[in-house]
């Protein structure tokens, strides 16, 4: 008897995707029907927060409430026990489980090609395919918001991205596995694609994204982040958002956590395949700091470690970011992996058409001695982010398209692309009903970042913009 796994045929494939509309109607998703004894969004955030760095917590509130755009990236966990009282289609995928529009951008890919892709991945587990569209359509109404955009040309922008993900789904549905394993979009071919897309103000700062990610490398790092002391080169306090061990704590700790330091830089790279690990052991840790990084992490364990290699000029900058359980682990399935950093890093793996070469996971010691997981990756290596505040319509529906394809691309990957697209079909109810949904959430976001706002007016939570 053959043991060889059962594959589906396309058609099979499918029809499981049309059945799924009988149970979960494309024009269902408009709807953001939230349950009458919907836990406070404050205390959610809170929950968060208990095991996080405490120093730190007052500056994750005050990013968050910068904006209402600034509260929904951080708001991960909010609209993750939102989404699991919605009805499901039953198809699944390896989610980014924070798919906003500011988690794409630009880095360098391994041949030194500048890519567009996901680039944030803490929240990573297989999970509902719309729940990523769904948070990636809010996120674009909120920035329209934000910008002041009238409802109808938020609409179209949200509408546009969506069919940009089921165009972009269908397409993927007629292609072989490795055609679509292979696909990724290059800066070049994004200046092509768009270029008529764009106005000249869209096209400059096209331009200028490109131009600047491809600066922003680990020798601007290095410039930008250390100095020379008596001889030696350190990272450059900027408190309290960049910290070296040694103002952090005593001498006598400093030694000890620097030494917990140099063995998750070594010991990491047992999760690099043979030829990465071999780079990694050329270099060798000079210094060390903690790091304050993004709006929903600030508060989470996260180190920058200055390795140098040949002489004192040829640096590798490693972030170590702890991974903490996934915002959807309470409403989808558990991860397969034991080890958060590893789940973090085998979901970047399976998302991104190309990854940091020095991507790896590793569990060690922090400050208190508590093990913890963390993920690792070069610092900065040619990336580059969107600036939605100065964008047009216009500029935003174009955005908007291009991350809805790379989005459909990461699902293609993963999950059924076949039943995706068949949910989907060719017309756009879909993308209507989304417009519907983002519009709908959009609301509750400025409502739940209200409530952030007077929770800190009345002392309930301590808030300082840094």
Request: aromatic letters at 6%; glycine letters at 8%; one cysteine or more.
């Amino acid at each position: 008897m053959s043991t060889q796994e059962h594959h589906p045929a396309p058609e099979e494939r499918a029809a499981r995707g049309k059945a799924a509309r009988g149970r979960v109607p494309r024009s269902a998703h408009a709807a953001c029907e939230l349950p009458a004894g919907r836990t406070d969004p404050v205390e959610i955030l809170e929950r968060q927060c208990v095991d996080r760095v405490p120093d730190l917590v007052p500056i994750r509130y005050g990013r968050m409430l910068r904006s209402p755009l600034s509260f929904y990236r951080g708001a991960a966990a909010i609209m993750a026990a939102d989404l699991g009282t919605q009805p499901r289609t039953g198809i699944e995928a390896q989610l980014c489980g924070d798919a906003h529009l500011l988690n794409f951008g630009l880095f360098s890919s391994p041949e030194r090609r500048l890519v567009f892709d996901l680039n944030d991945f803490d929240e990573t587990l297989p999970g509902p395919w719309e729940w990523d569209v769904k948070r990636l359509a809010a996120s674009l109404a909120i920035a329209g918001r934000d910008n002041g955009f009238p409802r109808k040309r938020r609409a179209d922008v949200v509408r546009a991205t969506v069919r940009s993900y089921r165009q972009a789904m269908r397409d993927f549905a007629g292609r072989g596995n490795l055609e679509v394993w292979y696909t990724r979009y290059e800066a070049e071919r994004l200046r092509a694609l768009f270029a008529d897309r764009l106005d000249q103000q869209g096209r400059r700062r096209l331009s200028q994204a490109l131009e600047s990610a491809r600066t922003r490398d680990q020798q601007h790092a290095f410039q930008r982040l250390t100095e020379v002391v008596d001889g030696v080169r350190r990272i450059a306090a900027d408190p309290p958002l960049l910290v070296p061990l040694g103002d952090l704590m005593a001498d006598d700790r400093r030694a000890e956590l620097e030494g917990r330091l140099r063995l998750l830089a070594e010991r990491y790279g047992r999760s690099l395949a043979s030829d990465r690990r071999h780079l990694l052991s050329q270099f060798r840790m000079a210094d060390a700091a903690r790091k304050v990084v993004g709006v929903g992490s600030v508060g989470t364990r996260c180190w920058i470690v200055l390795m140098l290699g040949r002489d004192a000029d040829d640096p590798l900058i490693l972030q170590a970011k702890e991974a903490v359980p996934s915002v959807l682990a309470p409403y989808a399935r558990p991860s397969a992996y034991d080890n958060e950093g590893q789940r973090v890093v085998c979901g970047q793996r399976l998302m991104q058409a190309v990854s940091d070469i020095l991507l790896g996971w590793e569990r060690a010691a922090g400050i208190d001695g508590r093990q913890r997981d963390f993920y690792v990756r070069q610092l900065r290596d040619g990336k580059g982010s969107a600036r939605p505040e100065r964008m047009s319509p216009g500029q935003m529906r174009v955005y908007g398209e291009l991350c809805g394809a790379t989005l459909a691309r990461a699902h293609a990957r993963s999950g059924d692309r076949i039943a995706i697209a068949a949910y989907l079909g060719g017309g756009d109810a879909f993308d209507r009903a989304l417009a519907d949904f983002a519009e709908a959430y959009a609301d509750v976001n400025e409502q739940d970042f209200l409530a952030l706002a007077e929770a800190a007016d009345h002392g309930r939570v301590v808030a300082r913009d840094a």
